[in-house]
């Protein structure tokens, strides 16, 4: 079991920046893909990007050159770090892992992740 806890979220302008923080209770191996998920209301759960301990990530097309995932090792954090924001991109943002690698299966169905943290608002102004 791993316990997720995001942090980071907030308003910005469009055009802005935010860094997304994703602290996990228990050190992530090779075992895990961990995830960036998001959720606009009424829309269905998107993924956002994807990240495992050796480096390899997934991003969704809409988030591509201008959306960054990385980890911390040392510190069990997953981070997205988020440029050039649209007014799109407003949503609820989940960090989520699971006991898989992320080339396996699809990496943005997020019925095939077993641990999500409580979300961090994300909100884009034009």
């Known amino acids: 079991q791993v316990q997720l806890v995001e942090s980071g979220g907030g308003s910005v302008q469009a055009g802005g920046s935010l860094r997304l923080s994703c602290a996990a209770s228990?050190?992530?191996?090779?075992?895990?893909?961990m995830a960036w998920f998001r959720q606009a209301p009424g829309k269905e759960r998107e993924g956002v990007a994807t990240?495992?301990?050796?480096?390899?990530?997934n991003y969704a097309d809409s988030v591509k050159g201008r959306f960054t995932i990385s980890q911390d090792n040392y510190s069990n954090t997953l981070y997205l770090q988020m440029n050039k924001l649209k007014p799109e991109d407003t949503a609820m943002y989940y960090c989520?892992?699971?006991?898989?690698?992320?080339?396996?299966?699809?990496?943005?169905?997020?019925?095939?992740?077993?641990?999500w943290g409580q979300g961090t608002q994300v909100t884009v102004s034009s």
């Open positions: 989520a892992a699971t006991l898989r690698s992320c080339s396996r299966g699809r990496w943005d169905d997020y019925s095939e992740y077993s641990f």
């Open positions: 228990a050190y992530i191996n090779s075992s895990y893909c």
């Open positions: 990240f495992d301990i050796d480096g390899n990530t």
